[in-house]
């Protein structure tokens, strides 16, 4: 089909898999950036672990024009993250609650498209808001079609994880139950209410394990950051196409990884039935950004029920 072509063509830089970097050096484009960082709590010029006060249950984060922003799953608000130069505490700089959402939305990802405007993705009923007057105000909802029911209990399975790639693909992942990743089109007309077409499932690598809880798009190194919350790790993925028979097979193949268990195990929130690791962001000084939701437990290192940044630097050069 002729999407496959555009594909091929448009994100040719996610086809190649180079070895790592050097210590000190960025990636070269096709290199693995998670080769960068490391995970070790203790040394503090390579990870920091920030409380974010007043934020119930943040997920997903995004990098904007420079700012640093996330998202409550509970109070359909937006909030920009400012980093304080104080060590351990990361300032609220602003809260904007969004317009235009129905009633029941659970929004748990961002991304952002190349003419500005930004995606908000909903659990709930698998829709996808297009902010153009950021940051408060949905313009469109794009229909993905992605369930969110779970085998059991309240819909809380389906869209957890979005990415906007090259050549007009929008990367959609199934959280649970089972986790998914699907390829959609992106409308030509982003503030269009629209049905997104084009949509096809991703292979994925075992590595993944059960679920899905974030995603964003590399540029530098031109590959896929997902990450793989049970696991503990940063997946870096490189998309393929081949052929079996007559079917076209579309994969997300494995580059590199990073794991983020020691860092996260050392907040200690009591009660939590698995790990909650639910956004990333990378920015221009390939600092990787990870926010804990941490479902309002308590952490024993921090003695309060406050939600974790997590922040990985490279070495330096």
Known sequence: MAFLASIATS????????APAPAGDPPAA??????????APADG??????????????SDLLIHKGALYTVS?????????????????????????????????????????????????????GNIFVLSSFPDQACAAWETGVSGTCLFGRANCGVEAIAV???????????????????FDIPQAACTAATLGGRTRLELPDEVG????????????????????????VLELALSES?????????????????????????????L????????????????????????????VFGNRRAALLRFFPPPN
Request: proline share 5%; aromatic share 4%.
């Open 73 to 125: 799953d509970s109070r359909k608000s937006l909030y920009r993250l400012d980093l304080d130069k104080t060590p351990g505490r990361v300032v609220v700089g602003g809260t904007w609650q969004i317009s235009g959402l129905p009633a029941a939305t659970d929004l748990e990802a961002l991304a952002e498209l190349p003419g500005g405007e930004v995606l908000l993705a909903s659990e709930t009923r």
């Open 11 to 18: 994100i040719a830089l996610l086809l190649v898999a180079a």
């Open 165 to 183: 790639l090259p050549g007009g693909k929008l990367l959609v992942a199934k959280e649970r139950e089972p986790r998914a990743a699907y390829l």
């Open 273 to 300: 039935g698995h790990r909650q690791v639910e956004g990333i962001a990378v920015d221009e000084k390939r600092v990787l950004h990870l926010v804990v939701d941490n479902n309002e437990r308590a952490s024993r």
């Open 210 to 233: 059960p679920d899905i809880s974030a995603a964003t798009y590399d540029p530098v190194s031109g590959h896929l950051l997902l990450v793989a919350r049970a696991r503990q790790k």
């Open 243 to 271: 052929k079996e028979g007559e079917r076209s097979l579309h994969r997300l193949e494995l580059v590199g990884s990073f794991s983020f268990r020691q860092t996260e195990d050392s907040l200690e929130y009591g009660g």
């Open 30 to 39: 096709g290199g693995a950036v998670t080769s960068l960082w490391t995970d």
């Open 45 to 58: 010029s390579r990870v920091r672990v920030d409380q974010i006060p007043d934020i119930p249950e943040p």
